[in-house]
């Protein structure tokens, strides 16, 4: 059946959710095509999932404090790991009938199920459907990368699509690769009483290019379980079970949990037909202000982009492509801060500009390092650092590395912070109260004040205030 459509939206996720709202806001004729499981990633085996999981094991992790705080029995805590993931799907299932509910539950003609390709520019096919439309919004959304070979280990080869359908886990599990999601899972799986053995070719983990947060971080994750780092996983059969080896070392597990990355799902959409320039990866060649493909009447968000995987940006993505592909003219919008965090403990985030992409001639670094933080050292989790980044001539802040317990609030705040240009000074003139986590962000903003020397200017604050700082 031919038909023809203002908006073809390829990928019911977060991204083509959000681009459907503001093509449905425009009230243009649209079809929403999506091949596979519905629910978004987030939902499904993202961000939910996981961090039921994780709030499982920081839970039952909180009785190693128990003994010095005074509680007793804690040594009779355990975990029931059957009874743990039945509770994860529980969860995931909730939140998955809540993202259907609340959209392609609620759709006739307009969806279809199905994979989607392009057959022509502005021209798609899905199974006997060809889709004749204005505008394309490509929001396809990424799969776990998995090394070919290690295919043949089978179920022992699990991936964050795989880890919370299972029944039960093993004794011992690997993971390779120790970015966010291999960090988040394995320290919840350790604090579950499963052996972990962390493993990363890269030097760093969570992607942290500040050396002394990386230290920080390495420091205290290697707490949880062993991390190797600087070495690629090497797999071998070992009698029903599997030898893994990296720079010299090894250990047998029963699983291997692979979280190297994600790859795009545009290998199935023959993206090389839809008449716009693709990159050295095959990826559309797009403006993130516009999220358009060169002048073709083809919109690019998600995961897919290649950009930050995390959802605020995607939702964002899909916003600004929808908008676009039901506009004559694309209109450009500025970028969000950029903001990660990991949900381990503690959190480990990122905000605004990497340290890696600032010159240091032009920036000075405050750091606090949590060990005299009074709440954090009530709460037992006083190991961490707060390193804050910002501009020489100005004192403005322009981002920050974070390895603190309750990180993830204190990342937003600096977020919105760098988002309003403010300076260092500004920031000080904040109320910080006490105790609070907060106070090390204040610990840092006066390490980096102090650092300055910026030159008094009475407009900034009563001139009581500057001598207080």
């Not at 094991?57 to 805590?77: A, K, T, V, W």
């Not at 776990?144 to 699990?158: E, H, K, N, S, V």
Request: charged share 20%.
């Amino acid at each position: 059946m031919e038909r023809n459509v203002d908006v073809a939206i390829v990928g019911a996720g977060t991204a083509g959710l959000a681009a459907m709202s503001q093509v449905r806001q425009a009230k243009k004729t649209f079809v929403l095509i999506n091949g596979g499981e519905l629910g978004t990633t987030c939902a499904r085996v993202g961000c939910m999932p996981s961090k039921a999981l994780i709030q499982v094991g920081h839970d039952l992790h909180r009785r190693e404090l128990f003994g010095r705080q005074g509680i007793e029995g804690g040594e009779g805590l355990s975990a029931n790991l059957p009874d743990i993931l039945e509770h994860v799907r529980d969860l995931r299932d909730i939140l998955v009938d809540r993202v259907l509910g609340n959209s392609t539950d609620q759709m006739e003609e307009e969806f279809l199920d199905g994979y989607a390709r392009f057959v022509a520019p502005g021209v798609l096919q899905t199974g006997d459907d060809v889709i004749q439309a204005k505008s394309v919004i490509i929001a396809c959304g990424t799969r776990p990368m998995l090394p070919p070979a290690w295919a043949d280990f089978g179920d022992r080869i699990l991936t964050s699509d795989t880890l919370f359908e299972q029944e039960d886990l093993p004794e011992a599990i690997a993971v390779a690769g120790l970015g966010i999601i291999g960090l988040e899972l394995g320290q919840a799986l350790a604090q579950l009483g499963i052996s972990v053995t962390g493993i990363d070719q890269q030097e760093t983990i969570a992607g942290l290019a500040d050396p002394s947060a990386r230290q920080s971080a390495i420091e205290v994750m290697s707490r949880a379980f062993p991390l190797w780092l600087g070495h690629a996983a090497e797999l071998q059969e070992e009698e029903g079970r599997i030898r893994v080896s990296a720079g010299g070392q090894s250990v047998v597990v029963d699983k291997v949990l692979v979280t190297m990355g994600r790859r795009t799902n545009l290998d199935w959409l023959s993206v090389e037909n839809a008449g716009v320039e693709l990159d050295e990866h095959g990826t559309p060649v797009f403006d993130r202000t516009t999220m358009r493909c060169g002048e073709a009447r083809v919109f690019i968000a998600g995961d897919i982009t290649g950009t930050d995987q995390v959802l605020h940006e995607a939702a964002t993505e899909g916003r600004i492509a929808g908008y676009n592909a039901v506009h004559g003219e694309s209109t450009a919008f500025s970028q969000q801060t950029p903001l990660a965090i990991t949900f381990t403990s503690p959190n480990i985030c990122s905000v605004g500009a990497a340290f890696d992409d600032l010159n240091p001639e032009e920036i000075e670094t405050g750091e606090m390092r949590l060990g005299p933080v009074g709440r954090a050292l009530l709460m037992g989790a006083n190991r961490g650092i707060i390193r804050l980044y910002a501009e020489k001539k100005t004192g403005a802040l322009l981002g920050a590395t974070l390895v603190a317990e309750r990180g993830e609030h204190l990342a937003h705040l600096l977020a919105w912070a760098i988002d309003d240009q403010m300076t260092v000074l500004q920031l000080l003139r904040k109320p910080f109260y006490h105790p609070t986590m907060e106070e090390a962000v204040q610990g840092a903003l006066r390490d980096l004040l102090q650092k300055l020397k910026l030159p008094t200017n009475p407009t900034d604050a009563p001139p009581e205030l500057e001598a207080l700082d």
